[in-house]
């Protein structure tokens, strides 16, 4: 799979948006762009995902640039819930899912 | 979405002993299960992938007479870590997809920690 590129850390208020970058230049027309979060202590849990086409659901909205190197995870309102480690990782759903570093989101009061 | 279910969440073990965590799908077959390693700080790790009746396909470094991986059937996966040494200790963590093409469903792991 192709690599992903993502910021170390990111801080946001709660109740503001909270947009996270992923950068995946070397994405194949086959893979799918998937972001999971990992609570502290937790397993993974799945997000959302996206092949070119903007996606939205109850927990996110994901923006993918029209050229496909890049794309944003959108928390619309971040609440302390939301503290976790958040990976972007392109897929095809054919291999296996291998997990980069992420960021981890800190949401203040 | 889809469940799955991991157990135990944690467990304590002497060095020498071993021990076996499951993981099951509660509300759908699945066809593939994965399981994962996490030191602390770190990222999951894939140890090994396996297939309902088949023999799992373990990844470069790990060991596979002493992490036993069984898939009997389309809802249980099965991982034995044998005579467990304190280096083993790790969180280690479960996950299931129904079928190719299929997101992956991840359980909410389990904590092995060998005195």
């Known amino acids: 799979d192709a690599k992903t590129t993502q910021p170390t850390s990111m801080d946001c208020a709660e109740g503001r948006a909270a947009n996270l970058p992923c950068n995946h230049s070397?994405?194949?027309?086959?893979?799918?762009v998937y972001w999971y979060r990992q609570i502290h202590s937790q397993g993974p849990q799945y997000i959302i995902h996206?092949?070119?086409n903007n996606e939205t659901n109850e927990m996110a909205s994901l923006i993918i640039t029209e050229d496909r190197k890049s794309s944003t995870l959108i928390l619309p309102h971040a609440t302390l819930r939301d503290t976790a480690v958040y990976y972007c990782?392109?897929?095809?759903?054919?291999?296996?899912?291998?997990f980069g570093k992420g960021t981890m989101l800190l949401v203040s009061p | 979405g889809a469940v799955v279910s991991q157990h135990p969440s944690w467990v304590i073990c002497k060095s020498g002993t071993s021990v076996k965590i499951e993981c099951r799908s509660l509300?759908?077959?699945?066809?593939?299960m994965f399981w994962y390693r996490q030191f602390p700080k770190q990222s999951l790790m894939l140890m090994a992938t396996?297939?309902?009746?088949?023999?799992?396909?373990?990844e470069q470094g790990v060991e596979k007479d002493k992490f036993l991986i069984n898939h009997a059937s389309l809802t249980l996966s099965t991982l034995t870590v044998t005579s467990a040494h304190p280096e083993d200790s790790s969180f280690y963590i479960c996950?299931?997809?129904?079928?190719?093409?299929?997101?992956?469903?991840f359980g909410s792991g389990t904590q092995l920690s060998v005195l």
């Open positions: 990782i392109v897929f095809t759903g054919y291999s296996t899912l291998t």
């Open positions: 070397t994405i194949s027309g086959n893979e799918y």
């Open positions: 996206g092949l070119k």
């Open positions: 996950s299931a997809r129904r079928g190719l093409g299929e997101k992956l469903f």
């Open positions: 396996s297939n309902e009746g088949s023999k799992a396909t373990y």
């Open positions: 509300d759908f077959q699945a066809t593939t």
